[in-house]
């Protein structure tokens, strides 16, 4: 079993950056697969990134290609979420979550993942 910790959220302009952490004090970090989501008032939690548990191989949803980048530092029992460029559509708590399993492609479902944390909320103004 891991517990997730999540920080690093807060009120950003629009096209500004935050980097979001998500812990794990303790526990066998490196054999989980970890992703972010999201979810905003009224909707439903969708997939943000994904990243396996050696960092090697990623997975983005398509509407943050290229502004998000997940990466993880298992020494640190952390992964992160580096945001650039926000806009106000991106405003929602952002949970980061762990799955003890292989990264696949399929993997942008919250059923795929055990553990959860409690959120970081992310409020982007224009």
């Known amino acids: 079993q891991v517990q997730l910790a999540e920080s690093g959220g807060g009120l950003v302009q629009s096209g500004g950056s935050l980097k979001l952490s998500c812990a794990a004090p303790?526990?066998?970090?490196?054999?989980?697969?970890l992703a972010w989501f999201r979810q905003a008032p009224g909707k439903e939690r969708e997939f943000v990134a994904a990243?396996?548990?050696?960092?090697?191989?990623?997975y983005y949803a398509d509407s943050v290609k290229g502004r998000f980048t997940i990466l993880r530092d298992n020494t640190k029992n952390t992964v992160y979420l580096q945001m650039n460029s926000l806009k106000p559509e991106v405003t929602a708590v952002y949970f980061c979550?762990?799955?003890?399993?292989?990264?696949?492609?399929?993997?942008?479902?919250?059923?795929?993942?055990?553990?959860w944390g409690q959120g970081t909320q992310v409020t982007v103004s224009s």
């Open positions: 979550a762990a799955a003890l399993k292989f990264l696949t492609a399929t993997m942008s479902w919250p059923h795929e993942y055990e553990y």
């Open positions: 303790e526990g066998s970090f490196s054999v989980y697969a």
């Open positions: 990243i396996s548990w050696n960092g090697g191989t990623r």
